[in-house]
């Protein structure tokens, strides 16, 4: 059974530090991983997506994937109130015809000014 | 310009009723989604149709049943709603189907109300 594993939080950062979201799955044939974020009563946007093992930066966010270990993290840095979101961890695992993704149940992340 | 739109965006109706959700991308994309968000915020997979074929179709109650009249467009039938289909439905869309890379788009949601 496909499963992604997120802590619900919610998780309280101070605006200026870094805020890490993780993940963890349950799928080895899962191929690559998308990090989205979702303000309350709005659809998820994409923040990054990541299918090699080790690190992705992009501007203030960094993706980092260890397949051994089966888990996926989100770093913000500099994280802004504006931060303050659910952050949704999502695995797609390909082969043989379309997948949809597979969603963990997301953190509630909180940035204090 | 909207990339996946969805009408309407909210809709209130009573159990038993039959009601449609209509999905719309002009993003060019080949595969299209129908996402389900529950109370507590749990997004799972529907529906996906590529090039006018349903291609996976997860546990879902057969009253439920997408309608593709192009690959623009994925509608949702609903028939005889029930109290539990009360949700927030998210349309998406993507280049193709189970590439690595392919990023899916989520249209702004239809929020389903079932007296």
């Known amino acids: 059974q496909k499963e992604v594993e997120q802590n619900s939080g919610p998780l309280s950062v101070p605006e200026g530090a870094i805020a890490s979201l993780n993940c963890t799955y349950s799928d080895r044939g899962s191929q690559s991983f998308f990090w989205y974020r979702q303000y309350s009563g709005k659809s998820p946007e994409l923040i990054m997506f990541i299918y090699s093992n080790g690190d992705k930066e992009d501007g203030r966010f960094t993706a980092q994937l260890n397949k051994a270990s089966q888990y996926v993290s989100l770093l913000i840095r500099d994280s802004q109130p504006s931060d303050s979101a659910t952050y949704l961890c999502a695995a797609l695992i390909s082969g043989g015809g379309a997948d949809g993704l597979t969603f963990g149940k997301g953190t509630h992340l909180i940035i204090q000014p | 310009d909207t990339a996946v739109s969805q009408t309407p965006k909210y809709l209130v109706t009573q159990m038993g009723n039959d009601k449609s959700i209509k999905c719309e991308q002009n993003?060019?994309?080949?595969?299209m989604y129908w996402y389900k968000q529950d109370s507590k915020k749990f997004l799972k997979i529907m529906f996906s149709y590529n090039n006018k074929e349903l291609i996976i179709n997860e546990t879902v109650p057969n009253r439920f049943s997408p309608k593709s009249p192009d690959k623009a467009h994925l509608n949702l039938h609903i028939n005889s709603l029930e109290l539990g289909d009360s949700a927030v439905y998210f349309c998406?869309?993507?280049?193709?189907?189970?590439?690595?890379?392919?990023?899916?788009?989520f249209g702004p949601g239809t929020r389903l109300t079932v007296l």
């Open positions: 993003l060019g994309h080949d595969t």
């Open positions: 998406a869309s993507s280049v193709t189907s189970g590439v690595s890379t392919d990023t899916q788009y």
